[in-house]
C-alpha cells in the first residue's frame, strides 16, 4: 500500500508541475496582439481544399469575422465578403429542450422580419466553421426535433491530403471528430506547417482512419452524423492554425473564403482564400468529381427517392447518367410520373428521356440549349422506371452540375372509351 501511495503521489506531483509547465509555457506563447500572431505566419497557402462531403450538402453556416475568438454571441455575424447582419435583422432561435439558444442572422437587410429568407441565412453568431448540411430540411424550424434526423448520415471525405492527429470520440461539443495536418510548404511534412483541419459530428464506429494515418486528397474518412452540439446532422469543418505544431498551447481558427469584403478583416488573423473551387452560397458541392457513378446505362442506373432534387454531371461527351425510381401503382390506379432537369450548365445543351421497366421509352424532352427538361407521364403499370440524362452532340461540364427530380403523384385512371 505504501510503495503504491508513494507512486501516486509522485504522479500527482508530475502531473502538477507538467501542468504548471503547460500553463507558464501556453502564457508564454500566447500572443497578445493579433499583430504578433500574424508575425508568426510565415507562410502564405495557396488554395488546396476541395470540399469534404458529397453529394450535394448546402452550406448553411460560414464563418462569423465579427467579434473575438471567445464563443460569445453578439448579435453580428460579419460574412467572408463584408455583408453583416445588424442586431434586428435575424432572430433568436431557441430550442428550450436542448437547452441552447443561437443568434442567426441574416446577410441581407430585411424589416422587421421573424426568420431569414432561406438564401440568407448566416447560421450563426460567434462561429469559426462552415457547416456543411446532411438533411434536405435543415432549415429554420425544424432543428428543435431531433428525432426526425435519426439516421441521415453523409459520407465525409478528406479534403487535401494530410496526416490524422487527433480522434475524438463522444466529445460534448464535437461528438466523434477527426483532426487532419496538412503540408503548406510541400517539404513532405505534416508536423511543421501548424495548419489542421477538423472534421466534427461523426456517426457513432464510423471513423474510418486512426491517429497517424497519412490520407490522401478523396480519402473516406467516415459517415457524417449528428453527435455531439448538433441540432441537425452535419459536418462542421473548421481550419486551424497555431504558432505550435503540436496545437497545444494555441490555436486560432482561421476562414478557408479568405476575406474579400471592403477595408480590413474584422477576424484579426490570416484568412487566405483555402478553397480550390468557387464560392456559392447555398454551396452545391463542386469539384469533387463525377456524382453517383457508375451509372451509364439502363442496369446500373443509381436508385432515387420520389421529390428529391438530384445533382450530377455530365462529365465527358460519352457519359450518360441513369436513375432508377421505383413506382408502385395498386389495382385498377394510376399514377403521374414527372421529371424535371434543371440547371442545365450555360452553353450545354443535356436532355432528358424516361423508360419504362421494360427498358422502352416512354417519353423525352429534348429542348434545345439549356432551357430546362420535363416530362410528364400518366402510367398504370408499376416497376422500376428510369430517367436518362445525356449531353446533345458534345456538351458537357465537369465544373456545373445540373439537377434532377422525380415525382411520381396519384392521377386519375383514365378509363378506355366504351365501344
Ligand atoms: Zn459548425
Avoid at 497519412?214 to 441537425?232: D, F, N, R
Wanted: charged residues 20%; hydrophobic residues 35%; aromatic residues 16%.
Amino acid at each position: 500500500m505504501r510503495n503504491h501511495f508513494s507512486l501516486s503521489n509522485f504522479l500527482l506531483a508530475l502531473v502538477l508541475l507538467l501542468g504548471l509547465l503547460l500553463t507558464i509555457t501556453s502564457l508564454a506563447q500566447v500572443p497578445e496582439a493579433s499583430a504578433g500572431v500574424n508575425a508568426q505566419l510565415s507562410l502564405t497557402p495557396t488554395p488546396f481544399f476541395r470540399f469534404p462531403v458529397v453529394p450535394n450538402a448546402e452550406v448553411s453556416s460560414k464563418f462569423d469575422h465579427y467579434g473575438d475568438y471567445d464563443y460569445v454571441q453578439d448579435g453580428y455575424i460579419t460574412f467572408h465578403d463584408g455583408q453583416q447582419s445588424t442586431p434586428g435583422n435575424g432572430f433568436w432561435f431557441a430550442c428550450p429542450e436542448l437547452g441552447s439558444s443561437d443568434w442567426v442572422g441574416c446577410e441581407i437587410a430585411a424589416s422587421s422580419e421573424a426568420t431569414c429568407p432561406d438564401d440568407e441565412e448566416l447560421w450563426y453568431d460567434a462561429h469559426y466553421g462552415i457547416d456543411f448540411e446532411y438533411a434536405a430540411n435543415w432549415r429554420t424550424g425544424s432543428e428543435c426535433n431531433l428525432s426526425q434526423f435519426a439516421g441521415i448520415t453523409r459520407p465525409v471525405y478528406a479534403p487535401a491530403a494530410g496526416k490524422v492527429q487527433i480522434i475524438q470520440l463522444d466529445n460534448t461539443y464535437n461528438g466523434n471528430a477527426i483532426f487532419i495536418l496538412h503540408d503548406l510548404d510541400g517539404d513532405g511534412s505534416y508536423d511543421d506547417d501548424k495548419i489542421r483541419s477538423a472534421y466534427l459530428h461523426f456517426a457513432d464506429n464510423s471513423i474510418a482512419v486512426n491517429v497517424g494515418d497519412i490520407v490522401s486528397e478523396g480519402q473516406y474518412l467516415g459517415l457524417g452524423g449528428m453527435t455531439g452540439k448538433a441540432w441537425t446532422p452535419h459536418l462542421h469543418f473548421e481550419v486551424q492554425r497555431s504558432n505550435d505544431p503540436t496545437f497545444l498551447t494555441s490555436k486560432w481558427p482561421v476562414d478557408p473564403y479568405g476575406w474579400s469584403g471592403s477595408g480590413s478583416d474584422p477576424w484579426d488573423y490570416d484568412n487566405y482564400p483555402l478553397w480550390r473551387y468557387e464560392v456559392e452560397l447555398p454551396i452545391m458541392l463542386k469539384g469533387f468529381g463525377d456524382t453517383y457513378e457508375p451509372n451509364d446505362s439502363f442496369s446500373a442506373a443509381y436508385k432515387i427517392a420520389s421529390d428529391n432534387w438530384y445533382y450530377s454531371y455530365i462529365w465527358s461527351e460519352s457519359d450518360q447518367d441513369w436513375f432508377q425510381f421505383n413506382v408502385f401503382v395498386p389495382a385498377n390506379q394510376a399514377r403521374y410520373i414527372e421529371v424535371w432537369l434543371e440547371s442545365i450548365p450555360t452553353g450545354e445543351d443535356y436532355d432528358l428521356a424516361l423508360y419504362r421497366p421494360n427498358n422502352s421509352q416512354l417519353g423525352f424532352s429534348y429542348n434545345s440549349g439549356n432551357a430546362d427538361e420535363y416530362i410528364k407521364k400518366h402510367v398504370t403499370q408499376g416497376g422500376w422506371y428510369r430517367a436518362r440524362v445525356t449531353g446533345y452532340q458534345d456538351s458537357s461540364s465537369q465544373t456545373d452540375s445540373y439537377r434532377l427530380r422525380v415525382v411520381v403523384s396519384e392521377a386519375p385512371v383514365i378509363r378506355a372509351p366504351y365501344p
